[in-house]
């Protein structure tokens, strides 16, 4: 099956899958009866369409997604120009069109790919139409479909280029909405060396989530409690990192000048630029003093392989003492030297614990024999 896949993707678009996407992404498109299965044709076409650049689009009004799934992406699909349905010339016009000030020439930044994913809200009850079997849905007031569009461009520049236009021109006035983006980029990034990891892009594309709200979790580094019976989620709610940089010293030690920062930043935004990383990073190897290392010695036995294991988040090794982090690597060290000072505290710390277990044993000791 997985070379016939294969095969099929290379006739499609010319490329071959990158590793480990069929245990990550394809094996869970295979599930289910065959009559039920989303045609994997195109399924291969979206999977080589995303690219790093990504902008997340929301604040339509509810109009535009109050009906059934197949209206609402009819919808928004004429809007925004999907694939054979005829594009809105004024959409186009106004958020993905740039004139040059100086020669006036345009310029059209459209998306090379738009994602579109549709869900009824936690709690949502069925939805019900009219006694004469009209295709009118009828939605509880209470509850809400849920729309989530991402936007995938050539180039960073097209990308900043539009999300600069949706923030001047975003508010409809006659409709008193407005639209936003959100660069999401980061989330399918690798945060030590930066590369694109297309896998984790199709997870955080065909999730059951805001945008905004799984940015925040990613960010925060912890699961979203409500959406814990959604397997991919929650796969995708903590720091992305590739898996050669996870497990090898060495290139977490190459990129320690590159790594993201969320220092004084709202989660629900990405974390800072790699581009301005490195000034922070030397800013704040400034502040505070590199860890002595002369009573440590070299060749102590080391727990663990990297950096990252002696660290129980990713944030943790980045965030300086000062806004309560034990596990901060000073930028100024080695991974090496990072890896023999925190054993050489985790080696005290356990001695201690030994030490009080000892004295606590002999304590009760002494009052039993009395």
């Known amino acids: 099956m997985y070379l016939i896949i294969s095969q099929l993707c290379l006739a499609l678009t010319g490329s071959c899958f990158p590793e480990n996407v069929f245990e990550d992404i394809l094996f869970y498109l295979l599930q289910g009866q065959r009559k039920r299965r989303i045609t994997l044709g195109n399924k291969v076409r979206d999977f080589h369409k995303m690219t790093p650049f990504q902008l997340s689009l929301s604040g339509f009004p509810r109009e535009y997604y109050s009906g059934d799934e197949y209206d609402t992406l009819n919808k928004i699909k004429k809007l925004l120009g999907v694939r054979r349905v005829r594009k809105s010339k004024g959409f186009q016009k106004t958020f993905f069109t740039k004139t040059s000030a100086i020669s006036g020439e345009k310029h059209i930044m459209e998306p090379v790919f738009i994602s579109l994913k549709t869900w009824k809200g936690e709690g949502f009850r069925p939805l019900r139409r009219s006694h004469l079997g009209d295709p009118i849905w009828k939605p509880h007031p209470e509850n809400h479909n849920s729309l989530k569009i991402i936007l995938y461009f050539k180039s960073l520049n097209d990308m900043k280029a539009v999300d600069s236009l949706f923030r001047q021109k975003g508010f409809n006035e006659k409709k008193k909405y407005t639209l936003k983006t959100l ?7 690798c945060v ?20 905004e709200e799984l940015s925040r979790y990613c960010n925060y580094g912890l699961p979203i409690s409500s959406k814990t019976g959604y397997e991919w989620t929650s796969y995708i709610t903590d720091v992305p990192i590739c898996t050669c940089c996870r497990n090898s010293k060495e290139r977490q030690s190459e990129n320690r000048m590159n790594m993201l920062s969320r220092n004084g930043e709202d989660f629900a935004t990405p974390p800072s630029h790699f581009k301005n990383s490195k000034e922070y990073h030397q800013l704040i190897a400034r502040m505070y003093p590199k860890p002595d290392l002369s009573h440590i010695p070299k060749d102590i036995k080391l727990d663990w392989a990297t950096p990252l294991d002696y660290s129980l988040t990713y944030w943790d090794l980045t965030e300086p003492p000062s806004h ?43 009052m039993d024999s009395g």
């Open 192 to 211: 030590f060396c930066g590369d694109f990891m297309k896998p984790r892009s199709e997870r955080v594309r065909t999730s059951c989530s805001d945008s």
């Open 183 to 189: 660069d999401i980029s980061w989330m399918s990034k």
């Open 324 to 366: 309560g982090s034990a596990s901060f690597w000073h930028p100024d060290l080695s991974a090496d030297e990072y890896m023999r000072y925190k054993q050489y505290e985790r080696n005290l710390s356990i001695e201690d614990a030994a030490g009080e277990m000892d004295d606590r044993d002999s304590t009760d000791s002494w």
